[in-house]
């Protein structure tokens, strides 16, 4: 893309739930990403300025921010993709958690609604048992394999309506990793695992509207996680197992 | 963050299906206590009835009565796509369905307009 400005015209948001947004200049270069800007301004305008970020490569979750109104990974999010010719930038923190400072949210309750979808594998061999074998090609493995990339990185949970709505519900990336283990052919779980998903702010919350699916920076589709999980606990309630 | 930044992120198709099928349902809701007022004057009678019928052969109620059946349509066809994508099917989540229950919701409109049921 041409590069129109040689200056980019950045607002970043500072404070915490009440802040505003301070404007900075900063001099557009190639092949720049979000995460490069909101760091040169870190380095050489304002070191008070909050963030987080940690493997630059996409692969840690720990960098996104809402770039120009869309939650987005900021590390690989080109600048070119999101600012005009005019080159404006706007960069707040992720919706639907509470701001600590700055760009800084704090995602206890994200990950607190990981552990309440029962998001951990719960094994039920022991280190003498040989290992289990799983085919690749068993469609339980395969909607694992469709699930599973996730890098925990919140964005599907700030895109998520239902979240804002009601701040109960455990959100898209929580019950993906549910679902997934759910799938897990290994796992011991599975009864406590339905039950805890199954309630009012979990699966049947779903609007199923895929703005978790359109944002997720992995191309996951945690609509597509919850609506095999609304099947799954359906099914579990229709036979007793729940 | 401004209203147009906030906006920014529910533009994809997927978010406007749901918004057609949210208001279509909300329109549909607040529509249907006018139905019951009108099939309750079937039971004061034939003249008032009657009356009514008249007023609504107008072309201004058949307008909206074409926009009634839009948003049936809308709210039925948005249905079963959300029912489609419960049961498993990505192919719902896609642009071309959406497009395609659109399409299909403004021919059943228009064909009501054109009077193939009457
Ligand atoms: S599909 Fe479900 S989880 Fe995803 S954004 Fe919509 S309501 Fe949230
Ligand atoms: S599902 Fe996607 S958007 Fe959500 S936390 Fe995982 S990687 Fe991020
Ligand atoms: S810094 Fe690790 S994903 Fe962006």
Known sequence: MAEAVATLA?????????GRFVGYAVPRRANQTV??????????????????FACRVGMCGSCAMTVNGRPRWTCRTHVARVAGADGRIEIAPL?????????????????????????????????????????????????????????????CYAACDVVAWNPDYLGPAALNRAWTLVNDERDGAERARLSAVAGDAACHACHSHQSCTEHCPKSLSPTSS????????????LTGKI | ?????????????????????????????????????????????????????????????????AGLVLLLAAHLTGGLRVLAIEAGSTRAMTRAVISLGLAASLAIALMFLLGVWS
């Open chain 2, 1 to 65: 963050m401004s209203l147009a930044a906030r906006l920014r992120g529910r533009t994809h198709a997927a978010y406007i299906a749901f918004l057609i099928h949210r208001l279509s349902g909300i329109g549909l809701a607040v529509f249907l206590p006018l139905h019951f007022l009108a099939l309750g004057q079937a039971i004061q009678g034939p003249q008032a009835l009657d009356g009514f019928l008249d007023w609504s052969r107008q072309p201004l109620v058949k307008a909206a009565e």
């Open chain 1, 35 to 52: 995460l490069d800007v909101v760091t040169y301004i870190q380095q050489r305008l304002d070191p008070g300025l909050s963030y987080r």
């Open chain 1, 226 to 237: 919850i609506a095999g999980l609304k099947r799954r606990t359906g099914l579990a309630a």
């Open chain 1, 95 to 155: 919706a639907n958690l509470p701001v600590i400072k700055d760009l800084a949210c704090d995602l206890s309750a994200f990950f607190d609604k990981w552990a309440a979808a029962r998001g951990s594998f719960v094994g039920t061999r022991t280190r003498r048992d040989d290992f289990a074998r799983v085919s690749p090609a068993a469609p339980q493995r395969r909607a694992v394999d469709a699930a599973i990339e996730c890098i925990g990185c919140a964005v």
């Open chain 1, 10 to 18: 950045v607002s970043v948001w500072r404070g915490g739930a009440e």
